[in-house]
């Protein structure tokens, strides 16, 4: 079991550019998160999807974000046109039941 | 609007202590409380979790005490070590069917030998 895979583990970009995320669930998994954690905010809540639908976006803003899950074995999150307030961690966690759910090791994103 | 409130927000204790750290919660819709633990340069890691059918979880030294009439939970470390120096974040969903964790703030606790 190799838990969450996320990656890139760190990425850089520029003001205005494209920054993709991904993330592998443990396989068998029907759930996947994606939270980020700031030291203001703290740990908050983006986006789900069970069995690969999206469920609950109620986390994303609205403009520039956006999530996929194409198939049960990855899922992405992408930001367009970053801004250096998205500067933060990004996880993804993922969950076989209702509750238990497992953080892989994070994107740490950073806007210049 | 803080839906999920930690206290202290950071707590230092002598190895071998007890440590309190407290949590409380405003929505009476949820009903699964986990904690989790956050070590530096990693991600947090489900630690122990309770739902409000029973008012405490035992897992060795880690205990958590709930309340539900007052909306509290608390999670008491007994003998701690320095290995438990760590941030410690409580929880909240509705698990209903799968649901976003709603966390606190967290409590950064120092375990000082």
């Known amino acids: 079991n190799a838990g969450v895979i996320q990656t890139p583990r760190h990425k850089v970009t520029g003001k205005g550019q494209e920054a993709t995320l991904w993330c592998e669930p443990i396989?068998?998994?029907?759930?996947v998160f994606w939270y980020r954690q700031t030291i203001v905010q703290g740990l908050e809540f983006l986006t789900y999807f069970r069995n690969q639908a999206p469920i609950d976006d109620s986390g994303m803003p609205k403009e520039r974000f956006s999530a996929q899950m194409p198939n049960q074995s990855h899922s992405t999150l992408k930001i367009q046109s970053t801004q250096p307030q998205d500067s933060a961690v990004y996880l993804c966690a993922s969950s076989h039941d209702r509750d238990e759910q497992y953080f892989g090791p994070g994107t740490r994103l950073t806007v210049l | 609007q803080q839906q999920v409130r930690q206290s202290p927000q950071s707590l230092t204790v002598w190895e071998g202590e007890t440590a309190i750290l407290n949590c409380s919660y405003e929505?009476?819709?949820?009903?699964?409380f986990p904690w989790y633990w956050q070590f530096p340069r990693e991600s947090p890691a489900l630690l122990i979790a309770i739902r409000p059918v029973s008012n405490k979880k035992e897992d060795g030294r880690f205990t958590i005490f709930f309340n539900k009439r007052e909306k509290k939970l608390s999670l008491h470390i007994t003998d701690s070590q320095p290995g438990d120096s760590a941030t410690y974040f409580c929880?909240?969903?509705?698990?209903?069917?799968?649901?976003?964790?709603?966390f606190g703030q967290g409590t950064s606790l120092s375990v000082v030998p």
């Open positions: 929505d009476s819709t949820f009903d699964y």
């Open positions: 396989s068998g998994h029907s759930a």
């Open positions: 929880a909240a969903s509705t698990s209903s069917s799968f649901s976003k964790l709603v």
